[in-house]
Nanobody
Framework: QVQLVESGGGLVQAGGSLRLSCAAS????????MAWFRQAPGKEREFVAA???????TYTDSVKGRFTISRDNAKNTVYLQMNSLQPEDTAVYYC????????????????????WGKGTLVTVSS
């Protein structure tokens, strides 16, 4: 069983920055890709970024160049540094753990995740 706890959300003005953290329990953290998804009001959950077990990063096009995902396996923690935030980034951000072990691809969907955090709200004001 893996538990994921997000933190770092909040209210920020457009152009500002936030860093989200996701602390994971369990002994298999280093073998799994970790991902961030988000869900805006009235919209479906969407993929934001993922980092593979060996550090490869994948981003959705709308956040490339603004968001950076990273991980610290010693701390069982994954981060999402968000810069140049825009009102359209407003959403609940969820951390997720990939069910696949030592995955080497770059395709990540919600169906590939088997553990989810409860989410942290990011609100960007204009």
């Amino acid at each position: 069983q893996v538990q994921l706890v997000e933190s770092g959300g909040g209210l920020v003005q457009a152009g500002g920055s936030l860093r989200l953290s996701c602390a994971a329990s369990g002994r298999t953290f280093s073998t799994k890709a970790m991902a961030w998804f988000r869900q805006a009001p009235g919209k479906e959950r969407e993929f934001v970024a993922a980092i593979s077990w060996n550090g490869g990063c994948t981003y959705t096009d709308s956040v490339k160049g603004r968001f950076t995902i990273s991980r610290d396996n010693a701390k069982n923690t994954v981060y999402l540094q968000m810069n140049s935030l825009q009102p359209e980034d407003t959403a609940v951000y969820y951390c997720a753990a990939d069910r696949r072990i030592y995955y080497r691809g770059s395709i990540y969907t919600a169906e590939d995740m088997n553990y989810w955090g409860k989410g942290t709200l990011v609100t960007v004001s204009s």
